[in-house]
């Protein structure tokens, strides 16, 4: 149900462990009408992954001045998360379909936002994906070669 709507509703955890490391992956919802459990799960986080849309209107209506992008953000830096890596979704919906430029531009913005709220934006991996169709998300992706 969540695929089809779009969005996460309530908190999902997966774990693994590396050579180094004992991982926890917290997906939380990022739409306003569950901030409750948003808040819930990136209070308990190390790292955060902020989901940026790259559809046109969609990254902007994020990055407003009330935005949810700038929110989460916020909400992330305020409690305590240090670690941020920004996906850049839907790049397969970019005119035209993964569009560097597009990723550029969304790049340059949240960097710019980012920082101001206290994140370095030199130690924060941008990483342009398609969630729908999997680009970049398990292994690098031929449509987005740059």
Known sequence: AERERGITIDIALWKFETAKYYVTIIDAPGHRDFIKNMI??????????????????????????????????????????????????????????????????IKKEVSSY????GYNPAAVAFVPISGWHGDNMLEPSTKMPW
């Open 40 to 105: 819930t799960g990136t209070s308990q986080a190390d790292c955060a992954v902020l989901i940026v849309a790259a559809g046109t209107g969609e990254f902007e209506a994020g990055i407003s001045k009330n935005g949810q992008t700038r929110e989460h953000a916020l909400l992330a830096f305020t409690l305590g998360v240090k670690q941020l890596i920004v996906g850049v979704n839907k790049m397969d919906s970019t005119e035209p379909p993964y569009n560097e430029a597009r990723f550029e531009e």
């Open 114 to 117: 980012i920082k101001k709220i």
